[in-house]
């Protein structure tokens, strides 16, 4: 962990004194759960102390905006657990991966949840549809209504952050 320059954590520390108490509410009604909501609003905080904190105007504005984007991935990641579980439901005893390799393809799930979401909507679309679907370029390009070198142009920028991924921690 890096050191935090001390009048960022100074102004941190006001930031959560007054109100930390009104986000942890916040997040609440929009999660349901109070473990959740005090997890993530300590996550926002966080992120606040790693970045370089000027003068804040709109506090609860501000940390509103960073705590919805870590309710969005909190709620894309609950989606992905769900689904996963419910797949490891109907696979036969014998053949469930041991909790280890559970953790492991989940995690490896939310990975590429992540970098899908970091493609245009359309480049997503494509790369899915030749994935999941099967279906080959030209056939993609007339079903979503886009040129024959763009569908290209998204799956081989899908798949090279695919390739990223898989070896950027190797």
Not at 16 to 34: E, F, T, V
Not at 60 to 69: D, H, K, V
Request: glycine share 4%; charged share 25%; aromatic share 8%.
């Amino acid at each position: 962990m890096t050191a935090v320059d001390p009048s960022t954590r100074s102004q941190v520390d006001a930031l959560y004194s007054r109100h930390h108490d009104w986000l942890k509410g916040w997040l609440l009604r929009k999660i349901g759960n109070a473990c959740d909501a005090a997890d993530l609003a300590q996550d926002v905080f966080v992120r606040v102390l790693h970045r370089k904190v000027a003068e804040i105007r709109e506090p609860r504005t501000y940390l509103g905006t960073i705590a919805n984007g870590l309710v969005i991935d909190f709620w894309r990641r609950r989606e992905l657990e769900l689904a996963w579980l419910e797949t490891l439901a109907h696979l036969p005893e014998a053949h469930a991966p041991s909790p280890e390799s559970r953790l492991h393809f989940l995690q490896t799930l939310m990975e590429i949840d992540r970098m899908l979401d970091t493609l245009k909507p359309r480049a997503r679309t494509a790369f899915l549809l030749a994935q999941l679907d099967g279906l080959t370029c030209p056939q993609i390009a007339k079903h979503i209504g886009m040129s024959l070198a763009t569908v290209e142009r998204y799956i081989a920028q899908a798949m090279r952050r695919c390739y990223e991924l898989q070896f950027a921690n190797g």
